[in-house]
């Protein structure tokens, strides 16, 4: 059974910073791209960062870039996604997201998501 | 990048049909066959139920459908049940560097 649990999450000052970790199972993790995306509060999904399945390849949203960083360790079948500069804006839960077999797009498991709130 | 369009609100009658929209660009949506949508009930992650444009993954039931014509996407729901209420969102690959684009979504009532 696929399993994604995102943590990290909290209450964290502008311009502060956080890591956020998935940690995935019951699939072969180096093998498929992985995404984090995040939902506003009462508000639609966005797309933030994909990392292709060797952790190779990263790409983010026009939003984040600069300030959030993805990346993965194979070797311990886990996600994460490092969120600097943090503004309000920022705030949303996050979700990482496993790819479809030999996409980029399209997102068949998805973790629980983990909380950010960006406030002082 | 502008979100993909969708309509902010549909609703239909048990056992009805809907059909729920999503508009973008020759650069996303007319330009690849990687629509994808999702279903989200409060407070749970989203759901996919449709990629590739009209890929059921298992375990989706077969009322749920999906076509592409140019630019514009659709999601069918036939056979709508109680269930079926939540938030509806496409998505794309894109060709600009955000890479994936997701629509405004959808909220389905069903009354």
């Known amino acids: 059974e696929v399993q994604l649990l995102e943590s990290g999450g909290g209450l964290v000052q502008p311009g502060g910073s956080l890591r956020l970790s998935c940690a995935a199972s019951?699939?072969?993790?180096?093998?498929?791209?992985m995404s984090w995306v995040r939902q506003a509060p009462g508000r639609g999904l966005e797309w933030v960062s994909a990392v292709s399945g060797g952790g190779g390849s990263t790409y983010h949203a026009d939003s984040v870039k600069g300030r959030f960083t993805i990346s993965r360790d194979n070797s311990h079948n886990t996600l994460y996604l490092q969120l600097n500069s943090l503004r309000a804006e920022d705030t949303a839960i996050y979700y990482c997201?496993?790819?479809?077999?030999?996409?980029?797009?399209?997102?068949?498991?998805w973790g629980q998501g983990t909380l950010v709130t960006v406030s002082s | 990048q502008s979100a993909l369009t969708q309509p902010a609100s549909v609703s239909g009658s048990p056992g009805q049909s809907i059909t729920i929209s999503c508009t973008g660009t020759?650069?996303?949506?007319?330009?690849?066959?990687?629509v994808s949508w999702y279903q989200q009930h409060p407070g749970k992650a989203p759901k996919l139920m449709i990629y590739d444009v009209s890929n059921r993954p298992s375990g989706v039931s077969n009322r749920f459908s999906g076509s592409k014509s140019g630019n514009t996407a659709s999601l069918t729901i036939s056979g709508l049940q109680a269930e079926d209420e939540a938030d509806y969102y496409c998505s794309s690959h894109t060709s600009s560097s955000t890479l994936v684009i997701f629509g405004g979504g959808t909220k389905l009532t069903v009354l």
């Open positions: 997201a496993k790819a479809v077999a030999g996409h980029w797009a399209g997102f068949d498991y």
């Open positions: 019951g699939f072969t993790f180096s093998s498929y791209a």
């Open positions: 020759s650069s996303d949506v007319g330009g690849y066959n990687y």
